[in-house]
């Protein structure tokens, strides 16, 4: 089966870090844009981080852009995101996410990336 599985959240205080980690099954998944998404109570599922499959290209949303690091190891087939510097408004349900294409194309809409985690809880408290 096809499966992502996220694990890292958890509670933090403000300034905190924490470190998501997102492991696929299928061996052909990194060889695919996959990325980060996050969905906090009463908003949109909004794209967080991006990456494509030879790691060289990466987008951010602005909101964590020098905050957050996504990274992949293809030989584990695993995906990682470094969450530093963490505020409150960074609380929501993270989810890790893969498209069909190797390239992630400019294309950030949750609809675009085909296969989901179940998500993992970030909480930052001032």
């Known amino acids: 089966q096809v499966q992502l599985v996220e694990s890292g959240g958890g509670s933090v205080q403000a300034g905190g870090s924490l470190r998501l980690s997102c492991a696929a099954s299928?061996?052909?998944?990194?060889?695919?844009?996959m990325g980060w998404f996050r969905q906090a109570p009463g908003k949109e599922r909004e794209a967080v981080a991006t990456i494509d499959s030879g790691g060289a290209t990466t987008s951010y949303a602005e909101s964590v852009k020098g905050r957050f690091t996504i990274s992949r190891d293809n030989a584990k087939n695993a995906l990682n995101l470094q969450m530093d510097s963490l505020k409150p408004e960074d609380t929501a349900m993270y989810y890790c996410?893969?498209?069909?294409?190797?390239?992630?194309?400019?294309?950030?809409?949750?609809?675009?990336?085909?296969?989901w985690g179940q998500g993992t809880q970030v909480t930052v408290s001032s």
């Open positions: 299928g061996y052909i998944y990194n060889w695919v844009c």
């Open positions: 996410a893969a498209k069909s294409f190797k390239l992630c194309g400019g294309d950030y809409r949750s609809t675009a990336f085909t296969y």
